[in-house]
């Protein structure tokens, strides 16, 4: 089958080619630049741990030497600290990293990767589809045809994917801008990010009174200040004016602290959201789908969550053809429109309360805790503002279970990262094993982590488990785990490639379990009737692990 073609070499479209060719899917991406990225320490992406860790599962390079973890985060309101969290192992920090040292990352691991390639200097001005597959003609210097079975737009806000297949992009124009400036001091918070409201010092210029300040390696910060609504030109004079003004004013003693100015420009956030995903073989990802990031809220992180939402979908399909697998393609619109949906609802109702001044009141005790907290969500990733979205409602999500039990995430959740045993015995994370394409089945088994896996893989529930993971409609992976959290022993998980929740079991229970990974895969399977290849007596329910023949032990209760 024809590769994938891929418009777009950011870090949406590089993420994607890796991920696809990870589960052996051939993949073009066309760059329109040269093939490397201009250095500007002043323009950076926030990354959540998931998001981190995705990318240095598919890199095989460890970021946080790249970039920056910081120690904690501190907000300020004139001269009072507001809010203080320091970041440890149960919370960890978000990795703050220059945006072309981690496109660099990217690059790097495509040129070991055989399945995959860059066209540099081939920029996208036409586009057809068929049935059949996708071709697209690219113009400049190597401009000629390709040929793809399926085609991606990564191409950005302006994309020409989207503007070819006549896609509407509605939106607002400049929800937010900031001035922005990288440049190497010392800063009495030497390893803290702090966003700092109402200085209590005046701003040359235009001010909407917040400054964010957020460090990077080797002493360098980048500092942005929110600009009031308008289109006041921003000159260099005036940056300079602000970065002097704000170090006097953070150094307490009325002196300017020495910098050295390395990387300038103006930040403009609009908030877009495009009608459709998908036309056919066509598909849009990151920046081409959806604009976001007012009120410290990180679009690059949804487009990687794009990426990894999508490429194993693709990746079935790719293999055994879209037929089967066209509502599976279908559930990515559907999966992630709708959690960026949710994202761009709460900052567009929480802009007229934090940026009109004491409309809070009413909303939460307290505006200035409010304004706080929301905005600390928002740039830290988490809460109403920055959480991740869950898809409860995807069009996979499995029929009610008799089997079905609730735990510490809910259907649709990612899965809490936890050690587990994998089927060659060594001790891994469970985010290691996501994004090979298989369904990963995870078995809470308190005891067997102190026993080699030879002396209980055998015993206990571990062969049925084993035989009805065997029969599933798809490749899957059997995993263990001493604990999980709000897991009982002898719960079972069912955990997508993207590492998605899709159900909880109360034990061993095949036709359940078969169930629920039809539907994962955007099948539809007969209650009621026996899965084809399932062990003999699934379709009577599987009986639970608990019965009286002792199938209910756990494994390491055998060893």
Not at 253 to 267: C, F, I, K, M, R
Not at 513 to 519: K, N, R, S
């Amino acid at each position: 089958m024809d590769p994938v073609i891929i418009v777009g070499a950011g870090p949406v479209g590089l993420t994607l080619a890796l991920a696809l060719a990870r589960q052996e899917v051939p993949c073009v991406v066309l760059d329109e630049g040269p093939g490397k990225d201009e250095p500007r320490p002043a323009r950076t992406v926030v990354l959540p741990e998931d998001t981190v860790a995705l990318l240095e599962r598919l890199t095989g390079t460890p970021l946080g030497r790249a970039g920056f973890r910081w120690a904690g985060w501190r907000s300020m309101r004139r001269k009072q600290v507001t809010r203080e969290i320091t970041f440890d192992e149960t919370d960890p920090a978000p990795l703050h990293i220059a945006q072309h040292l981690l496109t660099g990352a990217l690059r790097a691991a495509l040129a070991r990767e055989p399945l995959a390639r860059i066209a540099v200097e081939s920029r996208l001005d036409a586009l057809e589809q068929e049935p059949s597959g996708v071709t697209a003609h690219t113009r400049g210097p190597k401009g000629t045809w390709w040929r793809g079975s399926y085609l991606i737009g990564c191409d950005g806000p302006r994309s020409t994917v989207r503007k070819l297949q006549d896609i509407r992009f509605p939106g607002r124009t400049a929800v937010e801008r900031h001035a922005v400036a990288a440049l190497r001091t010392e800063l009495p918070w030497s390893d803290e990010a702090l966003l700092h409201r109402s200085p209590p010092w005046r701003m040359s210029g235009p001010s909407a009174g917040e400054i964010t300040g957020r460090p990077l390696p080797d002493g360098v910060w980048r500092l942005d200040w929110l600009l009031p609504p308008g289109k006041d030109l921003v000159t260099p004079e005036l940056l300079v004016n602000r970065v002097r003004e704000t170090l006097t004013g953070w150094s307490g003693d009325g002196s300017t602290p020495a910098y050295e100015l390395l990387d300038t420009g103006v930040h403009t956030v609009h908030h877009r959201l495009a009608r459709r995903w998908r036309v056919g073989r066509v598909l849009l990802a990151g920046d081409a789908a959806h604009l976001l990031g007012a009120l410290g809220t990180q679009g690059l992180d949804e487009g990687l969550r794009d990426a990894d939402n999508l490429a194993w979908k693709l990746a079935l399909a790719w293999h055994h053809g879209p037929g089967p697998h066209d509502a599976l393609l279908d559930s990515y619109q559907a999966e992630r429109r709708t959690a960026v949906a949710a994202r761009l609802r709460a900052a567009d109702q929480a802009l007229p309360l934090l940026r009109g001044g004491g409309g809070l009141r009413g909303y939460v005790r307290g505006p200035a805790r409010g304004h706080d907290a929301l905005l600390t969500d928002g740039h830290l990733g988490r809460g109403l503002l920055g959480a991740p979205g869950a898809y409860a409602d995807s069009p996979l999500a499995p029929p009610p279970l008799d089997g079905e039990i609730a735990v510490g995430t809910a259907p649709g959740e990612q899965v809490t990262d936890v050690r587990v045993t994998a089927e060659d015995g060594t001790f891994v994370r469970l985010r290691d094993r996501l994004g090979r394409g298989a369904l990963l089945v995870v078995l809470v088994a308190p005891g067997t982590g102190v026993w080699e896996r030879r002396h209980w893989v055998t015993a206990g529930v571990m062969p049925r488990l084993a035989a009805a993971v065997t029969a599933l409609p798809h490749r899957a992976e059997l995993l263990v785990t001493e604990s999980y959290p709000g897991a009982g022993a002898h719960t079972v998980l069912l955990v997508r490639p993207d590492g998605h929740l899709v159900t909880a079991l109360n034990g061993v229970r095949p036709a359940d379990l078969y169930t629920a990974a039809e539907a994962a895969l955007g099948r539809t399977a007969e209650r009621g009737a026996e899965p084809e290849g399932a062990p003999a007596g699934a379709a009577a329910g599987g009986a639970s692990v608990g019965s009286a023949s002792g199938a209910g032990a756990s494994p390491g209760d055998r060893a």
